[in-house]
């Protein structure tokens, strides 16, 4: 072969490759195409697709989610698992959180849970070691290796509760207990699970200081003041004094949170809405001019906002006579057809004594720039924004506390 044949061959393959290379596509078209699209098949053509023109893009690692998720709900947790090692190169720590928490709840394939959930752990430990990831621009290097730390905890804390169902009780609480001092203490449902091991492991001297702490810190369960109490009554052989003992830890924590909230009151415009409630009824934020609102954005697909409901309807409860007190749910940021309709399902089908407004056009979740649901805004009488309170930490006799701290401190 001539050095003339060989030049026009590589010209040739070159030629032929730039013509066959696919251009890069528009993810917010691809994710709108994603999002809309009902066959599972054809939601995968669309992220091989966009694997391969958008190599480096963040959202194949999204669009992997989705997929995964939707093979587990279906039930093909094989087929999820083995779809997720082929891509591992684009999996997060959440995807492997979120199908070995699926395997979890179905309390079957654990040995693949754990498999998967330690898959989790090491990538979670490794982006710890590394920081591996774009930091977002607004955020400080410590708070950037701190949600490093918070996604370990919680991969571990999924690995740890396998572990547990899989009898293996000394490793779920060596999981457990990295996993509470990773997220500092703060995760009410994980510190629960490493109090249940200990007292499962009959470490009681060890879970009666953990309950005292997390008491203390407002990081508790309802159902750990239980369990102090039993482990109370165990020591000394009778409840008597238990009351007043819970209540130094508990005065530790009102003023703690009496603390954290004077740090966080803010007095700004709330903006001004008018939307329809489940009735058809048009209801405005001005009708309730001379109360304290609490305004609640959420949606059914999302899990926080569904698990602090519970709270939220003691909340309720608590101020249903207190006639300067008035509570709104928005519904906001639904992705069903008729959101009407499935607001109405979800509200009858759990009995909730809610007021709910619905924000379908998603404008008033946007007036009040709301980046992530649960958000929950107190306005004043005077219709100014007071607190803003973000998620929910697993704690429903916190939230109520809480609640009722900022309503005090602004009528």
Known sequence: MTRLTIFLTVITIFFIASCTKKEPQDPQKVLTDFRNEENLDKKITIYEEFKETNPEDKLISSLLNSIVNEKSKNGQIKEAA????????FATTRIYNGI????????????????????????????????????????????????????????????????????????????????????????????????????????????????ENFISSGTNTSNMKLQLKDIFVKDSGNENGFDSYLAEFEKVA?????EKLNSE?????????????LDGKTVSLNDFKGKTVILDFWATWCNPCLQSFPAMQKAVLKFEKDNSV????ANTWERVENKKQNAVDFIQNNKYPF???LDDQNEVVGKYEVEGIPTKFIIDKNQNIRFKSVGYSGNEDELVEELSHMIAMIK
Not at 115 to 124: F, R, T
Not at 174 to 192: G, R, W
Not at 254 to 258: E, G, T
């Open 82 to 89: 083995d779809f997720l090692n082929e891509n591992e190169e």
């Open 326 to 329: 008035k509570f709104l749910f």
């Open 254 to 258: 009102k003023q703690k949170m009496i």
């Open 100 to 211: 070995a928490w699926r395997i979890l709840e179905s309390k079957e394939n654990l040995d693949l849970g754990l498999k998967l959930a330690q898959a989790g752990v090491d990538l979670a430990r490794e982006e710890l070691k590394s920081l591996k990831g774009e930091k977002p621009e607004n955020m400080s290097d410590e708070d950037w290796k701190k949600s490093k730390e918070q996604n370990l905890g919680f991969i571990l804390d999924t690995y740890g509760c396998i572990e547990r169902e899989l009898g293996k009780s000394s490793e779920a609480l060596n999981a457990f207990k990295e996993s509470v001092n990773l997220t500092n203490e703060e995760i009410p449902e994980l510190n629960e699970n490493y109090v249940n091991e200990l007292i499962k492991n009959e470490n009681f001297a060890e879970a009666k200081t953990a309950i």
């Open 355 to 357: 007021h709910v407004l």
């Open 265 to 277: 009151i803010i007095e700004k415009p709330a903006p001004q809405f008018t939307l329809t409630d």
